[in-house]
T-cell receptor, first 115, second 112 residues
Framework: GAGVSQSPSNKVTEKGKDVELRCDPI?????LYWYRQSLGQGLEFLIY????????KSGLPSDRFSAERTGGSVSTLTIQRTQQEDSAVYLCASSEMGVYGTEAFFGQGTRLTVV | AQSVTQLDSQVPVFEEAPVELRCNYSSSVSVYLFWYVQYPNQGLQLLLKYLSGSTLVESINGFEAEFNKSQTSFHLRKPSVHISDTAEYFC??????????FGPGTRLSVLP
C-alpha cells in the first residue's frame, strides 16, 4: 500500500477482554515499531521488529502485552485482559532498514477505549 | 540509551511571530535527529531530519532546525508562524538499527 495502515481505527472494549490491533507496514519496509500515545502524553515505545532479528520488547508495559510479525510484514499487537489504563492511541510505524538515515512512517493509529 | 527532552510542553504564539521549540538529547554515540508534526486528529508526519553534513536543515513549509553537537540540541525555529502551524511537535532520535526515541512533545498554539 501507499502508507502504513492500521485497523481498526477505533476500538471500544470492556475491561477484562482481549483485543488485537493490526498494522500493515509499507511494502518492503523491514523495520516495524509500535508506540502508545496516551491523552496529552508523548509517544511511549512498546516494541520494535527489525528484519529477522529477535524483536526489542523492552517497552512492553506488562506481560498482558504481546506482538508478533508474520512473514516479515503484517504485525498484530495483542492486549490481554484489558484495563482502563490501556486506553490510548496505539501507533504503528515502519522504516526501510539498511537505508542511511531513513525516517519512520506512521499509520493513523488505533484509538483504544477500555470501558 | 538515548533520551530526548522537550522543555516546553505548550507554546502559545501570535500569528506572524517567530517561534523556537527546544529539543535536547542525550546519547553516548552519534545519532540521527528528527522533528515530527502531528496536526489535530492526524497521524505523525516527518517535518525534517538531520543525518550529517550541514548542521542547519530546512523543511518545505518554512521551519528549520540546527544541530548543535556541543549543546546536544536540535531546536526547531520558524521566523513567522501561521494559524495552520498549530500542532503537536515531537523531537526524536535514533541510532542505526535501533528504535526511535521521542520527546514528550510541544503543543504549539498559534493565536490570531
Amino acid at each position: 500500500g501507499a502508507g502504513v495502515s492500521q485497523s481498526p481505527s477505533n476500538k471500544v472494549t470492556e475491561k477484562g477482554k482481549d483485543v488485537e490491533l493490526r498494522c500493515d507496514p509499507i511494502s518492503g519496509h523491514t523495520a516495524l515499531y509500535w508506540y502508545r500515545q496516551s491523552l496529552g502524553q508523548g509517544l511511549e515505545f512498546l516494541i520494535y521488529f527489525q528484519g529477522n532479528s529477535a524483536p526489542d520488547k523492552s517497552g512492553l508495559p506488562s506481560d498482558r502485552f504481546s506482538a508478533e510479525r508474520t512473514g516479515g510484514s503484517v504485525s498484530t499487537l495483542t492486549i490481554q485482559r484489558t484495563q482502563q489504563e490501556d486506553s490510548a492511541v496505539y501507533l504503528c510505524a515502519s522504516s526501510e532498514m539498511g537505508v542511511y538515515g531513513t525516517e519512520a512512517f506512521f499509520g493513523q493509529g488505533t484509538r483504544l477505549t477500555v470501558v | 540509551a538515548q533520551s530526548v527532552t522537550q522543555l516546553d510542553s505548550q507554546v502559545p504564539v501570535f500569528e506572524e511571530a517567530p517561534v523556537e521549540l527546544r529539543c535536547n538529547y542525550s546519547s553516548s554515540v552519534s545519532v540521527y535527529l528528527f522533528w515530527y508534526v502531528q496536526y489535530p486528529n492526524q497521524g505523525l508526519q516527518l517535518l525534517l531530519k538531520y543525518l550529517s553534513g550541514s548542521t542547519l536543515v530546512e523543511s518545505i513549509n518554512g521551519f528549520e532546525a540546527e544541530f548543535n553537537k556541543s549543546q546536544t540540541s536540535f531546536h526547531l525555529r520558524k521566523p513567522s508562524v501561521h494559524i495552520s502551524d498549530t500542532a503537536e511537535y515531537f523531537c526524536a532520535v535514533t541510532i542505526y538499527g535501533q528504535n526511535f526515541v521521542f520527546g514528550p512533545g510541544t503543543r504549539l498554539s498559534v493565536l490570531p
